[in-house]
Structure formats: C-alpha cells, structure tokens
C-alpha cells in the first residue's frame, strides 16, 4: 500500500519560510523520481518542482525559481520542499506525488497560507 503523509505546512507572514517534508511508504524510494504539486482555491493543481530518484537534477517552475528548493533523503524515504520568501500567491495545498506510478497516488496534502 502507497502511503504519501506530507507535513510543514502552516500560516507565515509573506517573506517568511516554510519547510514542507512527504514521508513515502510501500515504495521503493530511491528509485522513482518525486515531486511537489499545490492547488490554490479555485485552480488546478500544478507542478511545483521535481527531483530525480537520485537528487541529482532538479526543475522548478518559473515563479518559484530561486524561491523554493526540492531535496529528498532517500533513507528517511522523504522528500523535502524548501520555501523561501513566500509570497501570498503561494498560498495553496502542497501534494507530493511519485510520477512514475500509476495509478496516481496522492496524499492529504498539507496547507500553506501567506499572509500580506
């Protein structure tokens, strides 16, 4: 059984940081590649940042760019999303999710809210 539990959500004033970490179980983790997603209110999810099985490249999109850092310890079987100078516009629920797997997998997510 595929357990996604993320965590490290809360509510920070904009600038501030969160450190959100998705503790994997039921896989072998250092095999698959992982990513984040979040979903604001109103909007579809969307991918984040990503990271491959060894943590050797990592993608982001744009308007986390020099923000955010994705980084996992494979054995802790746990990926982490590294949040810096958060903006209001980032607030959302943070999904991590394992591409490679099908079907999709996905955990309760955890919030993140910014305040101005």
């Known amino acids: 059984q595929v357990q996604l539990v993320e965590s490290g959500g809360g509510l920070v004033q904009a600038g501030g940081s969160l450190r959100l970490s998705c503790a994997a179980s039921?896989?072998?983790?250092?095999?698959?590649?992982m990513a984040w997603y979040r979903q604001a209110p109103g909007k579809t999810r969307e991918l984040v940042a990503s990271?491959?099985?060894?943590?050797?490249?990592?993608n982001y999109v744009d308007s986390v760019k020099g923000r955010f850092t994705i980084s996992r310890d494979n054995a802790k079987n746990t990926v982490y999303l590294q949040m810096n100078d958060l903006k209001p516009e980032d607030t959302a629920v943070y999904y991590c999710?394992?591409?490679?797997?099908?079907?999709?997998?996905w955990g309760q997510g955890t919030q993140v809210t910014v305040s101005s």
């Open positions: 999710k394992v591409p490679g797997l099908r079907p999709d997998y």
């Open positions: 039921g896989i072998v983790f250092r095999i698959y590649n």
């Open positions: 990271i491959t099985s060894g943590g050797g490249i990592t």
